[in-house]
Structures are given as C-alpha cells and as structure tokens.
C-alpha cells in the first residue's frame, strides 16, 4: 500500500523518547526524533542555528548580568572571582573590583531600576551598581534612609527567644545591655538595636550576654524588657536573598536567616523600611507560613508581585499594596531551585521559572476564569532535554528562550503563546556553556573551551563558533588575530567559499590561496531526525517499510546532506552540478529538492530519513513531503 505524508512544522520540537508509543499525540505529527543545532521559527520551520562571534578573553568562570541603562545604552556585566567586567558592544569598557568570589557567584540575585543596578547574596552585604553622568562606575554599599537624629530605617527583627529579656545600665550617652540569655557573637559589633523602639549603636561585644552601646535615641528606662530588636541583615544574620521593584516600592525577599520574609519599603522611598503606624504609603513586612518549607527563591514584578519558594508560588494582591490591603495567597505547589538562582523570566505575559526538580519549566500565568495563577509544565514533552538548567534569559527579538545546562549543553525553547508553540532543541559547541544574557538585541554567552573563558555573542552572519571575520582590500593567505584559537583544528569559508580545515599556530592560518574576505571558527553539526512512522495510521502496523521519495522544500540553503537509508549523501549540490563543495562560491538554493529512495526498512520503529550537516553553510528546512511503500 502506497501512502504519502507530509510535514510541516516542527512546533512540538524534539520529543522524549518514551513517547514513541504514542502516535496518537498532536505533538508526534508536529516534533521530531532529535534536533541539534537548529532553531525552530515560530512559523514551523527549522534552519541552522547561527554562530558564536568571539568577542573577548576573560579571567574565569562566574555570570552574565544585562544592564540596561537607557534604550541606547546597554552594557554587559560579566562577574567573575572578586571582579566585574563591563561590556559595551562587545568592547570591554572597565574592570571593577567585586566582592564576590567564584563560588558564590550562582546565588547572586539582581534588580535593576533607571541607572542603578542591586545586587544581592545572602552571606554579602547588598551593593549597587552606578555610572555617574560622567561614565564612572562604581560597585557600592546598600544605605537605607536615615533620619536627622541618625536613625537608620532598616528592617529590624527579634532572632532571640521571645523571653530574653536586655537590661540598659543607663539611658543615654555609653551604657551597657546586659541581657537574660547568650545572644550576642563578635560580629554584632557595629550593628544596631533597638530597645523600646529606641536605637543603640554596638560599640563592642564584651561577653555573649554583655555589650557595650552608645544611644542614638534615649532609652525609656533601665528596666529589663523584652521589648528589643536587631537589625534583620548583618555579619551575624546573613543579608537579602532576592530583589525587585514593584509599585514604586523595593521588595525584599528573604536572607540568610529569615528565608521566608518579604520586606516593602516606603512607597517612593526605596531604601526607607519605616512600618511607622500602618499608613498607606509606609513599609510592610512580613513572613510567609504554610504547611511546608517557603524559603524564597525568587521575587517578580508582573501583574501581581509574584513570589517563588522552594516549596510553592504565592500571589501578592493589593492594589495598591499597602500594609492595610496586602494579601498574600498560594497559587501553585511546584517549587522553585533552591542550589543557585535562576531570575524567573517574561515571556508574553507569563512569567518562566525552573522547577525544583530541575527537570521542568513552568508557565506562571494568571487566568481570568478562576482568577487564580496556573502553573503548566513546558517541557512536558521534552524532559530529557531539561537537566539540570543553571541559567536562563529570553530574546525577544528571535522568541528564544536559551537555557544552560549544568553538563555545558545549551537549549532553546521557541515559545509563541498566541499560537500555543513550545519547542525544544538542544545545542552541542566544542566546550561548555556556562551563562547567558540578553542585553538589548544580543544574546551572550559564557564559554568555556579547554582551560581558557571567553565571551561569545550569536551572530547571525555566522556559521561558526567562537568564531572571527576578517576583510582585506589586497587578498592574502596568512589570517591572524586567532590566538584564543590556539592548537584547534578550525573551519575556514573564505570568499564564500568552504575550504580545508587548518590548525592554528601561533594565532594564525596559512591558507593555499590568497582572498579577501574570511570567517574562521569551530565547526557543530546540525541534526534533523523526523519521529519514526511507527503507530501513525495504516504505516504503524506494517511489517516493513519502504521509503519511494522524499521532496524537501528549502530556502536560503546552501547544502543539504540526508540519509534516507545507504548514508549520508550530498544532494542539493549534486543537483545544482557543482562537483565538489570546496570548488566554489556555495549558491542559496530556495525551492523543492526531490530524493528518490531504494529498499525496505523492517523496522518501522525507525525514522525512514535523516538530515546531518557539518558542512559551515546556511541551511533552512521548511516542509518534508515522503511517499511510502507499507506491506503489512
């Protein structure tokens, strides 16, 4: 029995391969078997993905953050051991030093609001990040607001027993607290209290139950009192975990040692952490309680302020928030990654999160008919391409969610809410992937290849990773500027043309000929393998099958390399007359290239072709159309 089939659209992209039993899903008429090194378009289609420009060396391994000063100025923050490079256009501009060092680094949190970035780690006290009018950065301390008599308001907290009682020695001027209980360490030196809402600055630590104190404000009495308060972010109690701007107010979300307490500040006054009496536009504080563990994870401004915790998703209402009016409501019982923070992400109007498992990516978005946040699993049918993400962002401009795997792998996720797309590839480089960010319209990368880390961009006139151009008005063969590129074997087009691969030495290439225009780089490979015909109609109950042609419609392509059953073959090239790929400029070829096709699979459990391409030329696969032979 003859059939014919066509596909196309890739939207469900790579699919689990325990899903192969079912060929009743939507998802196996539109995915495929394995895809590598390909971008899906949101349009179905799928082509080569683009390369990696080289752009710097840099000192190690850390993260990339975006600062987005202003629509036309946009910089890279690459953080690394104890310093911060800051990139314009891929141009290194200055070197600050940093107080983080390299393990630290996956746990640092940020927010970002006009010129001034927060950042914030649990066991460092938070900074910002400035650039003066005159183009000077500087890394400095957090200073919450204080009054004219010196009050500082921070946020404070009781971490002694309820009953431990201080007694003051005097009211004013250098006294002594003297409390019931052993509660004070040799970091509470310089720290503040509050005793009777009345604030003290520690002097020294004299004994666990004995400091030394000079007051800011007079105190009350000299009577014990259990009335007493320290500051919530110190050496001893840790510092904020999280941040993020959400009605004109900074929140805070969790520390060290209060894992589960959100902080507002003042309305209008970020650093202002005054609860005053309660009015509208003061401070408001609070921990989150429940059934099971809520250490926060990560805070994000959308329609509500939403709040991810290890163990559950909450929903902050109030409109506005004030301490009168704000709610907080469990949505979803997921959990977010509790080892390193992964910032939730925007993706029309949904916000994205890693899972706790470490094997999903969620969908955090609210819904109209139950007024209430879902919480929907992304890679439900791609798990195998989800292990263990270490870093995420979004770009816009090609709706590309890029993920970095822990083993250096990294995905894309083609995500098009309007049209319910959601597919999965995975990418494979000579290294490993460690960071992404999208700053403006480009996308950074973190490498790491051999011993040595590099800053990398896509580009997308490029073929090649890791990879540089160069342009001449005299054609020559020897091509330098390669150093990062010592010792490796690389791709060569030049001219437009494909050449021999070369070996770097001494940070160049020798070529046989002379010419004027190059790109040199690592070489990947894409792969497109299409799910077997197994249990889709009549084919999946045959016995053997013979595949009679496939017709693949391409645009903009310059080779295609399939095997339909006796190996890899070039075809698009054969059919156009040239010989032999290194002869000449490569053409784009756009239109149907028809394979006619030989013998019987008895295995139908196997995809019928596959495409292989290392080959550094452009490539876009639209549609596949095939005829089947099926004898049952």
């Not at 002097?203 to 105190?219: F, N, R």
């Not at 013998?599 to 005829?627: K, M, Y």
Request: proline share 4%.
């Amino acid at each position: 029995m003859k059939t014919s089939q066509i596909k196309t659209t890739f939207t469900a992209g790579e699919v689990s391969p325990s899903l192969l039993g079912r060929g009743d899903l939507r998802a196996y008429d539109n995915g495929a078997l394995k895809l590598r090194n390909v971008f899906i378009q949101p349009t179905g289609g799928v082509k080569r993905r683009s390369g990696l420009r080289y752009l710097d060396q840099i000192s190690g391994q850390g993260r990339l953050i975006a600062f987005e000063f202003n629509t036309e100025q946009t910089y890279l923050l690459v953080v690394t051991d104890l310093q911060m490079a800051v990139y314009a256009n891929g141009v290194l501009q200055t070197t600050l030093v940093a107080p983080w060092v390299e393990a630290d680094i996956p746990d640092l949190s940020w927010t970002q609001s006009a010129d001034t970035l927060l950042l914030v780690h649990g066991n460092y006290p938070p900074k910002k990040l400035i650039r003066s009018a005159g183009g000077v950065w500087s890394i400095i301390d957090w200073e919450f607001y204080s009054s004219d008599s010196g009050r500082v308001y921070q946020p404070m907290y009781k971490f002694a027993g309820a009953s431990v009682t201080v007694t003051p020695s005097g009211t004013s001027g250098s006294v002594t607290l003297t409390a019931s209980a052993s509660v004070f360490e040799d970091e509470h030196n310089g720290t503040r209290l509050r005793v009777g809402d009345q604030e003290v600055l520690i002097t020294s630590v004299d004994s666990p139950t004995v400091v030394s104190v000079t007051t800011i404000e007079d105190l009350l009495s000299t009577s014990a009192t259990v009335d007493w308060e320290e500051q919530s972010f110190s050496p001893v109690r840790g510092y904020p975990q999280t941040v993020v701007f959400h009605q004109d107010r900074l929140v805070i979300g969790g520390s060290r040692d209060l894992p589960n307490r959100l902080w507002m500040s003042q309305s209008g006054d970020l650093f202002n952490f005054d609860l005053g009496t309660g009015l509208d536009a003061e401070a408001v504080e609070f921990g989150i309680f429940s059934d099971q563990v809520n250490a926060i994870c990560g805070v994000f401004s959308g329609r509500h302020l939403q709040v991810f915790t290890s163990g559950a998703e909450w929903m902050v209402t109030g409109d506005p928030l004030t301490p009168s009016t704000v709610q907080i409501k469990r949505q979803t019982r997921v959990g977010s990654m509790v080892d390193r923070y992964i910032a939730p992400i925007d993706v029309d109007g949904a916000t994205l999160f890693v899972a706790r498992n470490g094997q999903e990516l969620r969908e955090f978005v609210y819904t109209d008919v139950e007024a209430a946040y879902q919480s929907t699993d992304l890679a439900l049918l791609s798990h195998h391409i989800i292990k263990t993400p270490i870093d995420q962002d979004y770009d816009q401009r090609r709706r590309l969610l890029f993920l970095i795997r822990a083993d250096g792998k990294f995905a894309t996720l083609t995500v098009y809410r309007a049209e319910s797309v959601a597919a999965w590839t995975l990418h494979e480089t000579n290294g490993e992937a460690l960071s992404v960010s999208v700053a403006g319209d480009d996308v950074y990368f973190m490498m790491k290849r051999g011993d040595d880390y590099f800053l990398e961009m896509i580009d997308d006139d490029l073929v090649l990773d890791s990879a540089l151009t160069g342009e001449v008005e005299s054609p020559t063969n020897i091509w330098g500027g390669l150093d990062h590129l010592e010792g490796q074997t690389v791709s060569v087009v030049a001219d437009g043309r494909v050449l021999a691969d070369e070996v770097v030495t001494s940070g160049s290439i020798m070529l046989e000929n002379n010419f004027s225009a190059v790109q040199v780089g690592l070489p990947f490979t894409h792969v497109i393998e299409p799910l077997p015909p197994g249990n889709t109609g009549s084919v999946g109950t045959a016995r053997a099958v013979r595949l009679i042609e496939a017709t693949f419609r391409v645009e903009d392509t310059s080779a295609l390399q399939v095997d339909i059953g006796r190996g890899l073959k070039d075809i698009t090239l054969r059919q156009l007359g040239e010989e032999d790929i290194l002869d000449a400029p490569v053409p784009l070829v756009s239109g149907d290239i028809r394979v006619q096709a030989f013998g019987w699979s008895n295995d139908p459990s196997r995809p019928l072709w596959r495409i292989e391409q290392s080959v550094p030329v452009p490539f876009s696969l639209l549609a596949v159309h095939i005829t089947v032979m099926a004898n049952s």
